[in-house]
T-cell receptor, first 115, second 114 residues
Framework: GDSVTQMEGPVTLSEEAFLTINCTYT??????LFWYVQYPGEGLQLLLK?????DKGSNKGFEATYRKETTSFHLEKGSVQVSDSAVYFC??????????????FGKGTSLLVTP | DAGITQSPRHKVTETGTPVTLRCHQT?????MYWYRQDPGHGLRLIHY???????DKGEVSDGYSVSRSKTEDFLLTLESATSSQTSVYFC?????????????FGPGTRLTVL
């Protein structure tokens, strides 16, 4: 079945460092891909999405490109801030193979940015 | 803000007792979902609804039931809570306007079963 694999955390970076969080997926169809962010004690917030190959999602300085040839959707940010400390989840949705439009999540990657 | 609230936000209960969690939305979204979040597992789908009285099972539905008698409320019931159901439960919504696969999440309910 469909699945998402994220790099293990925690990831610790200094402020202004470059961030990459790897995400690869397995899907039989053509899924939509998402990044969600969860700040401590809160629910998940949609960070960005891409619905087809070569689409680039972007928001708040974060970017991810839907790469069908490598089945990847890596999250990047050029200069992280302490306020970016959170858990990041990669997810996919393929209504042809999953329940309704439910999301299939990776296990999450914890990011800690230090001053 | 998709206008989603969850209640209660925290609950401690004992093994064997029934528990009902409520998800309430104010914007007439068609699709509603219940997920649980556990360390090392990400989020996993319990049940979902695609309309009033229309529900279906997700990946981890055993021990859970749901009901949706009106658009705005989606209830998750643990008929007889077990310690393995200690988790954080999230409700989510989506609709056709913003893309049915684009989900927005509530703040979560932390449930502890002793």
């Amino acid at each position: 079945g469909d699945s998402v694999t994220q790099m293990e955390g925690p990831v610790t970076l200094s402020e202004e460092a470059f961030l990459t969080i790897n995400c690869t997926y397995t899907a039989t169809g053509y899924p939509s891909l998402f990044w969600y962010v969860q700040y401590p004690g809160e629910g998940l917030q949609l960070l960005l999405k891409a619905t087809k190959a070569d689409d680039k999602g972007s928001n708040k300085g974060f970017e991810a490109t839907y790469r069908k040839e490598t089945t990847s959707f890596h999250l990047e940010k050029g200069s992280v801030q302490v306020s970016d400390s959170a858990v990041y989840f990669c997810a996919l949705s393929d209504s042809r193979t999953t329940s309704g439009y439910a999301l299939n999540f990776g296990k999450g990657t914890s990011l800690l940015v230090t001053p | 803000d998709a206008g989603i609230t969850q209640s209660p936000r925290h609950k401690v209960t004992e093994t064997g007792t029934p528990v009902t969690l409520r998800c309430h939305q104010t914007e007439n979204h068609r699709y509603m979902y219940w997920y649980r979040q556990d360390p090392g597992h990400g989020l996993r789908l319990i049940h979902y609804s695609y309309g009033v009285k229309d529900t279906d099972k997700g990946e981890v539905s055993d021990g859970y039931s749901v009901s949706r008698s009106k658009t705005e409320d989606f209830l998750l019931t643990l008929e007889s809570a077990t310690s393995s159901q200690t988790s954080v439960y999230f409700c989510a919504i989506s609709d056709l306007d913003r893309g049915p696969d684009t989900q927005y999440f509530g703040p979560g309910t932390r449930l502890t079963v002793l």
